[in-house]
């Protein structure tokens, strides 16, 4: 908890370019909302609102006036997203100004999340890009009032954010950002994901072009890549990323079964050695999923929370109406179901076939399946 005083600087725990602050009931909410579709995101709320998982997802709570949390958040994050009114955060930062060079991007959204506003460092510090990500993973309206707005393009540390991809690694968000900026060649390659991060009513730009392939990608020769994938690139496919971001789409579901008192290490170690076999990356996993007889399965859910999927589970009536190869009536006696793990995946990806039929190791059932977009 961080106490807030006055004339002393608060201690806070940097690790994302971007924080979060809200201080209200509503706010605490867009808040988490926030920090969950955002990886580079630090969520500070204050500890009145404390719902008992903040040190699971560090998120650091306050007590004091927020006004004494501002200085810094302003010097240490590339861009503040501020859950309080647009007033009393311009009278917060007024006397932090110092050059629109330096001073990182403000970003204010109202109590019900209805706007976003873009305060401070429109241009060069992103907040115009910024307010426009997060007011689409909000559903709320974007309120930019610079007369001429920034470039039209892809920001490359926010791609996909509001889908909540996140990037296998940041090393080379700064040349490849530096290479959009400069409308150099860049290739766009999407395996998997959504579909409609481009938000402008316009084509892309024309030193943008999109790939099929990898393959076909390279031999465009572009000046950096940003690809979209679930997969694990084979080794003469990383070559894309000698100037490239790999971006993780959250398609990958898991439809599970285990035995009562199943451990999480035996769960989580069945997960991984699947996902191997299926050249997956595991940073795609979206959900996993079961029947409702397992909704307070220990193992299952310390997995699904350790790595921040959501856990879901069906009755039986669900499960039975997906038809799947091979029914079981022994699970059927058990469960009421004839099947779980291959229904559960096809319930919630939507998908009409599985990357993995069903595979059976230990006290583990598991089974695959990728959302189509």
């Known amino acids: 908890m961080i106490e807030l005083q006055e004339a002393q600087k608060a201690q806070i725990k940097q690790k994302g ?9 509503h706010g605490v909410e867009l ?15 204050m500890g009145k ?6 040190k699971e997802k560090e998120i650091q709570l306050f007590t004091g006036s927020v006004r004494l949390l501002l200085p810094s958040l302003f010097e240490a994050y590339k861009g503040l997203i501020i859950i309080i009114s647009l007033g009393a955060v311009v009278r917060m930062i007024a006397p932090l100004l110092k050059d629109k060079k330096t001073d990182p991007a403000v970003v204010v959204i109202d109590d019900k999340g209805e706007h976003v506003i873009s305060v401070l460092s429109g241009h060069i510090g992103g907040a115009n890009e910024l307010t426009k990500e997060v007011a689409a993973a909000l559903k709320a309206r974007p309120i930019i009032t610079t007369a001429s707005d920034v470039q039209e393009t892809i920001a ?6 509001r889908f909540s991809w996140v990037w296998d690694s940041a090393e080379k968000l700064t040349p490849v950002s530096a290479s959009v900026v400069n409308e150099e060649k860049i290739a766009v390659v999407q395996e998997s994901g959504e579909k409609d991060w481009w938000q402008y009513g316009r084509p892309l730009p024309e030193n943008i072009k999109s790939y099929q392939s990898i393959t076909e990608a390279l031999a465009a020769k572009p000046d950096a890549a940003l690809v979209v994938t679930h997969r694990n690139l084979s080794d003469d496919e990383k070559q894309i990323l000698h100037n490239g971001v790999l971006y993780r789409p959250k398609v990958v579901v898991l439809g599970m079964g285990c ?7 035996e769960i989580e170690a ?3 050695e699947t996902l191997e076999e299926l050249n997956f990356s595991k940073k795609s996993v979206n959900a996993l999923c079961t029947i409702d007889l ?3 399965e220990a193992g299952l859910l310390e997995v699904a929370n350790k790595n921040r999927w959501e856990f879901i589970y069906y009755i039986p009536d669900e499960l039975n109406s997906i038809p799947i190869k091979n029914p079981s009536e022994t699970v059927f006696k058990y469960t009421g179901a004839y099947g779980v793990s291959e229904p559960a995946a096809l319930l919630y990806s939507g998908a009409e076939t599985l990357a993995l039929m069903k595979k ?14």
């Not at 609102?49 to 903040?54: L, Q, Y």
């Open 17 to 25: 370019n971007y924080a979060v602050v809200a201080i209200t009931k």
């Open 31 to 45: 808040a988490r909302k926030l920090g969950n579709t955002f990886q580079n995101a630090d969520v500070y709320y």
């Open 49 to 54: 609102f404390e719902k008992g998982d903040e």
């Open 156 to 161: 490359v540390d926010l791609f996909g954010k």
């Open 259 to 265: 035995n009562r008192g199943t451990s999480t290490e």
């Open 270 to 272: 069945v997960i991984d």
């Open 294 to 296: 397992k909704k307070d």
């Open 360 to 373: 059976k190791s230990g006290n583990v059932t598991i089974s695959v399946a990728v959302i189509p977009y």
